[in-house]
């Protein structure tokens, strides 16, 4: 039996990848000789499968179908075909090609995302590059370093080249919070830097007065932290960052608060408060539901109507800091908010004109589930696009594993998945807050992560920066990756391979929109294809600590059409490639 499908292909499917409601489908399998039946066998997420019968049309010498959905959600298919009296089943293979099975127990279905509308897209967001700031490790910009809204029982680094570290009690619970000084100053004096590095954006880490150095543990939404500064220095931040063509992303922590919130102090104070119905108390006031169990986060009752008011009502959180200038939101724990809830902050941004609404999400955010529900991040009602973190888990497989092959299969099934507009929407890392450094990740060898900044800027999705790793900064897990940006001590070579990427990026819209390809060599070599129109760009990078020259033959180019794949290999035949090195081609 031989039979051929390549869902990458609009041959066998159009349109490619997610479809909108209502959108006509088409889905074509060839088959070679006679047919006795060919079935596209269509289910939506949790509900019984739907067979829709294929004919043969003579003309492309294919059997062919076209269905259109009418309702948005999560969608798998595959093909049964039945020949000789035999049936077969046409399931996912590598890279979006069908691959014959005849077990009916455990096939591997092709995923079909459908979506409501499309998200709104924004050229400045989607064009550029962001920068995101831990504020209380990136500068301190006030005369002679002055830290300024001390907080009790907590202490200062004596240098900003300490180590940061946790003081625990004997519970494991931290007693004293560290700080640097960072301010809202500090990020107005390295704006020069920042333009000069090519930055169209920042994403700040929590403003809002807290307890602790992270921000995640809100005391007051409506206050920012004194120990950045004040209203008025914020507002000339966001100002000065306008005037310089920088634009502001905010993050929102709305499942839960401090356990020193106002809002949380109130409730346990008093049951007749407002606040008591914001909380979720199993026995009160010393036993409540808080985040991952952590009882200095308490988590907030979303369902609550004053609560929902609060956030995204008239003159809530969302509204009074949107009008100040802010350009987008990024949320916290995006996961742990109801969808209604979602789809209620996108509404109140969408009427202050904030269009981009970034949650974060870990995995692939088309198939996520929760607690067994599944969750309708691509129907274009709530979120804009997810924190990409499986693009990092990616460029770090392809340079620390030796199957690339399956990492670059796995990525293809995202883009695959994701209707375009919200992959260029995403917001793709090497590394965050919350993850180890990518310098120490790649065991402090730059010109591998000279590599993966490559990498990151040819995805699709918008690149984001976590401060200091442009300039060789290490660490490991939390607090680890939170130290101070070493200015002085920059890696010159990093900082400057890191703006030449960048400056390239902006360059080149085919970065932005255009189709992706990928390339596979041997365990060494491998490589990225980006390609719109009469534009085609080439990165292929060697991890391997010998250099290598490239023969025709054994260059893979998957994801692309014939036509392209035939003219990267003609361009990269004969090339070498440098050892823990890469090629940038525009051909």
């Not at 009160?284 to 009502?313: C, D, H, M």
């Not at 509204?319 to 809830?341: N, Y």
């Not at 000279?450 to 900064?473: K, N, Q, R, S, T």
């Amino acid at each position: 039996m031989e039979a051929e499908f390549n869902s990458w292909d609009k041959k066998f499917k159009n349109p490619f990848g997610a479809v909108q409601e209502n959108t006509p489908t088409k889905w074509a399998i060839k088959v070679k000789g006679q047919v006795q039946e060919a079935i596209l066998w269509l289910t939506k997420n949790s509900e019984t499968p739907v067979a829709y019968h294929m004919q043969f049309n003579p003309q492309i010498e294919m059997y062919e179908t076209e269905v259109t959905i009418t309702s948005s959600g999560l969608y798998f298919y595959y093909f049964m075909i039945k020949q000789d009296d035999q049936v077969y089943y046409l399931e996912r293979g590598s890279f979006g090609h069908g691959k014959i099975t005849q077990n009916a127990q455990n096939i591997q279905s092709f995923q079909l995302t459908c979506y409501a509308q499309p998200v709104p897209e924004e050229s400045w967001y989607q064009n550029g590059v962001v920068y995101q700031i831990f504020p209380d490790r990136f500068n301190n910009g006030l005369p002679n370093g002055e830290v300024l809204g001390k907080k009790k029982n907590t202490f200062i680094y004596a240098t900003h080249e300490d180590t940061p570290y946790y003081i625990k009690d004997e519970q494991g619970n931290i007693a004293r919070w560290d700080f640097y000084g960072g301010n809202f100053a500090g990020i107005i004096e390295k704006i020069p830097y920042l333009k000069r590095l090519g930055i169209s954006a920042i994403y700040l880490n929590p403003i809002f007065l807290a307890t602790s150095n992270h921000r995640y543990d809100t005391v007051d939404f409506m206050k920012i932290d004194p120990m950045l500064g004040s209203l008025t220095a914020f507002k000339e931040l966001v100002w000065l960052l306008h005037k310089n063509g920088i634009h502001l992303i905010l993050d929102g922590v709305f499942n839960h608060v401090g356990k020193d919130s106002i809002y949380f102090q109130e409730a346990i104070k008093d049951q007749k408060s407002p606040y008591y119905y914001w909380f979720n108390f199993m026995e009160y006031p010393s036993q409540y539901r808080s985040w991952w169990g952590i009882k200095t986060l308490p988590e907030v009752n979303k369902s609550n109507p004053a609560y929902q008011n609060f956030i995204y009502g008239d003159g809530g959180v969302l509204s009074k800091w949107t009008k100040l200038g802010i350009d987008g939101w990024r949320l916290d724990v995006a996961d742990e908010l109801p969808m209604d809830f979602l789809k209620h902050i996108r509404q109140r941004l969408d009427k202050e004109k904030c269009p981009v609404v970034i949650g974060e999400v870990w995995e692939d955010a088309s198939h996520k589930f929760v607690n067994g529900v599944f969750r309708p991040y691509m129907s274009g009602d709530n979120l804009t696009g997810v924190m990409n973190y499986p693009a990092r888990s990616f460029i770090i497989s392809l340079l620390t594993k030796d199957d690339q092959i399956a990492a670059q299969d796995k990525f293809s099934q995202l883009v695959e998945n994701y209707p375009g507009t919200f992959l260029k929407n995403c917001l793709n890392n090497i590394g965050t807050h919350d993850t180890e450094r990518i310098k120490t990740v790649l065991d402090g060898n730059e010109k591998l992560v000279a590599i993966a900044f490559g990498l990151l800027m040819m995805l699709p999705g918008v690149p984001c920066i976590y401060y200091g790793d442009e300039a060789g900064l290490i660490g490991k897990k939390d607090p680890d990756n939170r130290r101070f940006f070493p200015w002085g001590r920059e890696s010159e070579f990093l900082e400057n391979t890191v703006r030449d990427l960048i400056h390239f990026r902006k360059k080149h819209l085919t970065l932005v929109d255009g189709k992706i390809g990928f390339i596979h060599v041997n365990s060494d070599i491998n490589g990225l294809v980006r390609q719109k129109g009469e534009e085609t760009i080439i990165f292929v990078f060697n991890k391997g600590k010998s250099e290598a020259t490239l023969s025709e033959s054994e260059i893979q180019v998957k994801c692309l059409p014939a036509n392209i794949q035939k003219k990267v290999q003609r361009e990269l035949a004969d090339k070498t490639v440098k050892s823990e090195s890469y090629l940038l081609k525009l051909i």
